[in-house]
């Protein structure tokens, strides 16, 4: 078995850097306060030199990530920090700002499969995580980088982020974990109340706007202008290297093998652009030899990505995102769009998106099978159907189904589900409970009329 612990290369800075993604020729390194290329404007991405990795081949690679699963050497029993050489090499042991994220359960959904018509589907329940979705795995990236950053003298003295709440939550408990003070910017009323106490609790400045997300974002852009206060939002490309590992981590968990379907929620597009990332990784280094085919799910009623993709991705559509159960994925302008694009079309992939009613019955239907599905989950798993309906994806299709938030950060929405009360919703599947006397007769007769 190869060494679970060893030293870090003092040439990661010149193979690891911050490059743009349009192609200038400039290099940064990732520990500067910068977010776009100086250049042309551009979003950057994380660069790792493919030669210096190659110096291990597949399977010694997939040795050592193997190997990492489960153990307690720090930092590698998180999901994220077993593949450090993948992610962010350089920073010291000390400044891993870690709560063992990552390790998800991916699992065979065999009774939802069949009833579907897709036996071979697979969950990844990304909500399983320490603040209930997938932001943990760039969250525990960026805070990281920001301790070294601190530790190293830099003049930042705070993290934000605009958020749609799972964002803020992550960031929140990763800075408070930390120490570093997190400003929070949340449209007012359009987040769970699960996802803005989460801020709340763990001490960070959290300001409600009366705007949308994107509202949000801009005003985030502005603040942190201001190079002591350091953006934590997506277009950070260090959130996207923590988030790849998730595409990494699947592969692992089918024995390195891919499947062939991926389906994700998507709102401001950096979770797809980084499940491609991670899957190109392995590509380029040998450990996989076919890429899955992506489809981003939207919800209908904020659909820009949709909206782009009907016209071949001739133009970036932005809209203004209505209000949809969905509520972190109400965006309209988003962030990443070029990455996704990328993403998309070097899968084959597709776009499609769901109405409130479609996701509302697919989270339920699936619940009725074990599951406790948050609405983007359910945006996910309407796609899903539609795409086995028309045949796209077929009976004999390895599918995985991104689950991207715990379902009890929602309990407004199942609540509303099984009162049948949701606006714009026919709750096919509710399951109100019962409310009976103390009476041993009432409660048998109930019983014989439900189980008979
Ligand atoms: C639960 C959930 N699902 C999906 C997404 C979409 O991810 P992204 O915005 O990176 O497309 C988000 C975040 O926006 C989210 O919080
Ligand atoms: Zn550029």
Known sequence: MLSVAEPQSQTDSQTVYFRCIAGCSAKH???????????????????????????????????????????????????????????????????????????????????LGKQLGVPDLWIKLCGISHTGSFKDLGMTVLVSVVKQMMAQGSSVKAVACASTGDTSAALAAYAAYAGIPAIIFLPAGKV?????????????????????????????????????????????????????????????????????????????????????????????LGLITRMPRLVAAQAARANPFYESFKTGFKE???????????????????????????????????????????????AAHADLTGMFTCPHTGVALAVLTKLIKRGVIKSSDKTVVISTAHGLKFTDFKVGYHESSLEEVTSQYANPAVYLPANADAVKAEIEKRIS
Request: net charge negative; proline share 4%.
């Open 316 to 362: 970036k559509i932005s809209v203004t995102a209505q209000n949809t159960l969905a509520n972190a994925i109400r965006i309209g302008s988003p962030v990443s769009y070029e990455k996704a694009v990328k993403a998309i079309a070097e899968t084959d992939g597709i776009v499609e998106q769901a109405t409130e009613n479609e996701l509302a019955a697919a």
């Open 29 to 111: 390194s990732i520990f500067d306060v910068i977010y776009r290329c100086p250049s042309c404007g551009s979003l950057l991405e994380v660069h790792h030199e493919r030669e210096p990795l190659k110096k291990r081949d597949a399977s010694q690679w997939r040795q050592l990530f193997d190997s990492r699963v489960g153990t307690t050497t720090w930092p590698y029993g998180s999901g994220v920090w077993g593949m450090r050489e993948w992610v962010i090499p350089s920073l010291a042991d000390e400044n891993i700002v870690s709560m063992c994220e990552g390790n998800t359960n991916l699992f065979w959904a065999e009774r």
């Open 192 to 284: 769970s109340t699960a996802q803005l106490i989460q801020p709340v609790a763990n001490g960070a400045h959290v300001l409600a706007l009366d705007t949308d997300f994107d509202g949000c974002m801009k005003i985030v852009q502005e603040v942190t202008q201001d190079k002591s206060i350091y953006l934590a939002n997506s277009m950070n490309s260090l959130r996207i290297e923590g988030q790849k590992t998730v595409g990494i981590e699947i592969a692992k968990q089918f024995d390195w093998e891919v499947p062939d379907w991926i389906v994700i929620p998507v709102g401001n597009l950096g979770n797809i652009s980084a499940l491609h990332k991670g899957f190109q990784l392995m590509m380029d």
